[in-house]
């Protein structure tokens, strides 16, 4: 198996999450588990790990049945998109509206940006839409 570093934002990755209780934080979350750099890798690490939940749910009397594996793929250039857009989420939050320079940010495709104001040519609030499709939901 391929193994790639999960922070590496220049790769398309496959990451495996195991959510479960993690001693160290004292907190359920989700744990990294491995990334690969194909799907078909992710895949059988995925069944690998659901099939010993499966085999710890069975034999286990105390096993937490909260626990269980999940997969995500991360484009190149993800890491730095959610960056932008939580600096822009922190711009605006200070009450700061963002200038010429946001127009320029790639932002995720779950992020929006609207402008809001009486004079079309000027700026005057900016509000950010996280998760589109939420919002969209809503409507």
């Known amino acids: 198996m391929a193994r790639v570093d999960p922070e590496d934002d220049d790769l398309r990755r496959f990451v495996v999450?195991?959510?479960?209780?993690?001693?160290q934080r004292h907190e359920r979350r989700h744990v990294l588990v491995e990334a690969f750099d194909t799907?078909?890798?992710?895949?059988t690490c995925l069944d690998r790990v659901r099939a010993e939940i499966a085999r710890r749910r069975e034999t286990?009397?105390?096993f937490d049945r909260r626990?269980?594996?999940s997969s995500r793929t991360l484009?190149?250039?993800d890491r730095r998109r959610e960056a932008n857009s939580r600096l822009l989420r922190r711009t605006i939050r200070h009450g700061v509206t963002p200038?010429?320079?946001a127009d320029d940010l790639e932002l995720?495709?779950?992020?929006s940006r609207l402008r809001f104001g009486r004079d079309p040519g000027r700026r005057t609030t900016a509000m950010l839409r996280w998760r589109l499709h939420r919002w969209?939901?809503?409507?």
Do not use: C, I
């Not at 999450?17 to 001693?23: E, G, K, M």
């Not at 995720?108 to 992020?111: A, D, E, G, M, Y």
């Open 39 to 43: 799907a078909a890798e992710a895949r």
């Open 108 to 111: 995720p495709s779950s992020t």
């Open 99 to 101: 200038g010429d320079w």
């Open 67 to 69: 626990e269980y594996v």
């Open 17 to 23: 999450h195991h959510y479960r209780y993690d001693p």
């Open 60 to 62: 286990d009397p105390g």
């Open 75 to 77: 484009e190149p250039g």
């Open 136 to 139: 969209r939901k809503d409507r």
